[in-house]
């Protein structure tokens, strides 16, 4: 079965560091997704990419991320100047057209120190 | 907007119980509804999902929902569980048009003992 490939599982950064986050989705899909999970708290929401552009993101989602899909297979989501509370399970998903459900990677947990 | 909320965060039960994980939701528009289960070290898998139709959608593992929308409620049951069906299941919502992002539930996590 198709799957959407995270890497790495685990990241350890100094704060003020920057990050990328890397993701495989699935081939043929076409929409594309980052979710983060505090620890303890609900999964929520960053942003959302069609098309080759940002199609909906959330307050959480400021100037210090950005996502890029640079080479029609890897899509990616950079924090550049990572903070303690960015420290979570971030969660990358896909979906193909006419579908409803994501499908989701296995997360990358990222500690911020 | 949309909210979730699972009443429950732990729930315990015996192999071969029957289980109930309850999920209650709040949307202006019409949703979609999923639910969604993380097995340990894992990522989020969809179990099921109700778009229209029927108010009853059902799981290949046994798993069932039922979209009850005078209660707003999707409640996930299982006549009987095994071990294996130990993990954390979240339900969450999508508005039907506009955006695509899902709101989730905190999660149930469910534990199945011997």
């Known amino acids: 079965e198709p799957e959407v490939t995270q890497t790495p599982s685990h990241q350890v950064t100094q704060m003020g560091q920057e990050v990328i986050l890397r993701c495989v989705p699935i081939s043929n899909h076409l929409y594309f997704y980052w979710y983060r999970q505090i620890l303890g708290q609900k999964v929520e929401f960053l942003v959302s990419f069609y098309n080759n552009e940002i199609s909906e993101k959330s307050e959480i989602f400021d100037d210090q991320f950005s996502v890029e899909r640079p080479d029609g297979s890897n899509f990616t989501l950079k924090i550049r100047s990572t903070k303690l509370e960015d420290s979570a399970m971030y969660f990358c998903a896909s979906m193909g057209r006419g579908e409803y459900g994501y499908t989701f990677g296995s997360g990358t947990r990222l500690t911020v120190v | 907007a949309q909210s979730v909320t699972q009443l429950d965060s732990q729930v315990p039960v015996f192999e071969e119980a029957p289980v109930e994980l309850r999920c209650n939701y709040s949307s202006s528009v019409s949703v979609y509804l999923f639910w969604y289960v993380q097995y340990p070290n894992q990522g989020l898998q969809l179990l099921l999902k109700?778009?229209?139709?029927?108010?009853l959608v059902e799981s290949i593992n046994g798993f069932e929902a039922e979209f009850n929308k005078s209660q707003t409620s999707f409640h996930l049951r299982k006549p009987s569980v095994h071990i294996s069906d130990t993990a954390e299941y979240f339900c969450a919502v999508r508005s039907q048009g506009g955006s695509e992002k899902l709101v989730f539930g905190k999660g149930t996590k469910l534990t199945v003992n011997p």
């Open positions: 109700y778009l229209s139709g029927s108010t």
